[in-house]
Nanobody
Framework: VQLQAYGGGLVQAGGSLRLSCAAS????????MGWFRQAPGKERELVAA????????VYSGSVKGRFTVSRDNAKNTVYLQMNILKPEDTAVYYC?????????????????WGQGTLVTVSS
């Protein structure tokens, strides 16, 4: 599976962005999809994950209620709608795919990674 994330950019605090991640291949629906982020000097962390059918979603505590993860298996695409953005959301955002269930928070569980897209939130 090849993943390509896009949609990042510069936004003011309180604004919104939607990230997209397009996947190649015919097996997209068999993967759990995750969004991770890495800020300068910090470890990579899970932002959100969505199960294969889209019926189960997981969020980090810092984004719950502000971000929404979704997927369209017909389009081989996963989305991250980010609202009420804060300067601390500034990071490179990565999409990732894994074939196993559970353990959403561990980046080493993910098999495939996109190239990352930069989100910068100004105060």
């Amino acid at each position: 599976v090849q993943l390509q994330a896009y949609g990042g950019g510069l936004v003011q605090a309180g604004g919104s962005l939607r990230l997209s991640c397009a996947a190649s291949g015919r097996t997209f629906s068999t993967y759990v999809m995750g969004w991770f982020r890495q800020a300068p000097g910090k470890e990579r962390e899970l932002v959100a994950a969505v199960h294969r059918s889209g019926g189960i979603t997981v969020y980090s505590g810092s984004v719950k209620g502000r971000f929404t993860v979704s997927r369209d298996n017909a389009k081989n695409t996963v989305y991250l709608q980010m609202n009420i953005l804060k300067p601390e959301d500034t990071a490179v955002y990565y999409c990732a795919a894994k074939s196993s269930s559970g353990r959403y928070y561990y980046d080493y569980e993910y098999d495939y990674w996109g190239q990352g897209t930069l989100v910068t939130v100004s105060s």
